[in-house]
Nanobody, 118 residues
Framework: QVQLVESGGGLVQPGGSLRLSCAAS????????IGWFRQVPGKEREGISCISGNDGNTYYADSVKGRFTINRDNAKNTAYLQMNSLRAEDTGVYYC???????????WGQGTLVTVSS
């Protein structure tokens, strides 16, 4: 079964860190770009980061630039999102999806909830 499965969400205090994982199964992630999106309560889902499949180029939304880092381990068929200096406004459901550049995503994970609160 072709799917993406996110993990790593949870409750963290402001200023803290989390690392999200996105494991691909049923296909090889290697040639595809993979990205992270988030759904904040009351707002539309937004793309926050993307990493290309061929050259590893990365994209970050202004809201997360300098705090979040996307990377991938093709040997593990997994992508990651390292989130540092988390803020209350980062609270939301985080999804990984592919593709994330040039075309609308076609395959979505189920999402993982991140709550930033003291």
């Amino acid at each position: 079964q072709v799917q993406l499965v996110e993990s790593g969400g949870g409750l963290v205090q402001p200023g803290g860190s989390l690392r999200l994982s996105c494991a691909a199964s049923g296909f090889t992630l290697d040639p595809y770009d993979i990205g992270w999106f988030r759904q904040v309560p009351g707002k539309e889902r937004e793309g926050i980061s993307c990493i290309s499949g061929n050259d590893g180029n990365t994209y970050y939304a202004d809201s997360v630039k300098g705090r979040f880092t996307i990377n991938r381990d093709n040997a593990k068929n997994t992508a990651y999102l390292q989130m540092n200096s988390l803020r209350a406004e980062d609270t939301g459901v985080y999804y990984c999806a592919t593709p994330c550049a040039g075309y609308p995503p076609e395959l979505w994970g189920q999402g993982t909830l991140v709550t930033v609160s003291s």
